[in-house]
């Protein structure tokens, strides 16, 4: 009697042991990336995740698993509730510190650097990729045409003209964009030259496709409201 006692003791203590140990989380000693990962919390261009052994209801996450995939549980681009959540299937590979992903939705490829990975934490940051890298420079050297083109109030629309600017893929440009005479036009128009041998560049490089539409040429210049604005 004593003995089955004794016995019925190790199996409560076994069911016992192995009932915490399945609600902890499940971590792969091999590679900590792997499993479910929630609760996200952004800090400018990292974001840092909590490890979790399942998605919670109704919750962004994320989830690495041994054979490669990848599964982001989102309630997609709009933010509008009621929200609905729903998955998003995937592959991964390690390639440490990156973490190359591609997505059935988009972006459909892009690439996490590893800031740090603990058993309880992951801290992420996206790594653009080349393109994304030369199409933030283009949109910086068109900041700087927006911001010139627009640094002078519009009184007098005879004090004002209009170029083209950019390059579409497919030939011409992308528009156009009025300017005053009050401005150091010479370094104006280089940089409209400076921006439109870019795209073509850029257009070439990563093989963009576009329309093949010739936007409209406009007539004049009108100032509105100390605005310019093309009138076509």
Avoid at 155 to 177: R, V
Avoid at 199 to 223: L, M, Q, R, W
Wanted: with cysteine; glycine share 6%; hydrophobic share 35%.
């Amino acid at each position: 009697m004593k003995l089955i006692l004794k016995l019925l003791t190790v199996f409560s203590l076994i069911f016992v042991f192995n009932s915490c140990e399945n609600n902890d989380p499940i971590i792969d000693s091999n590679n900590l990336l792997l499993g479910f990962w929630i609760e996200p919390t952004y800090d400018n261009e990292t974001t840092t995740f909590k490890r979790s052994n399942s998605f919670k209801e109704n919750a962004y996450g994320i989830s690495f698993s041994k054979n490669g995939d990848f599964i982001t549980q989102t309630s997609g681009w709009c933010g509008t509730p009621p929200l609905t959540f729903f998955k998003i299937n995937g592959t991964f590979s390690l390639n440490e510190p990156l973490i190359d992903i591609t997505s059935e939705s988009y972006p459909t490829n892009y690439t996490w650097r590893i800031v740090s990975l603990t058993e309880n934490e992951l801290i992420v940051k996206r790594e653009l990729t080349s393109q994304e890298k030369d199409h933030r420079a283009l949109m910086d050297l068109f900041y700087e045409i927006q911001n010139l083109a627009y640094s002078v109030s519009c009184s007098d629309a005879n004090d004002w003209l209009f170029t083209a600017y950019g390059a579409k893929a497919c030939g011409g440009p992308q528009g156009y964009i009025p300017y005053s005479n009050k401005i150091d036009t010479v370094a104006f128009l280089q940089k409209i030259e400076a921006y439109t041998q870019a795209e073509k560049e850029y257009n070439f490089n990563h093989g963009v496709a576009s329309t093949c539409d010739i936007p409209a040429i406009p007539k004049s210049v009108v100032c509105e409201n100390g605005y310019p604005t093309l009138k076509y």
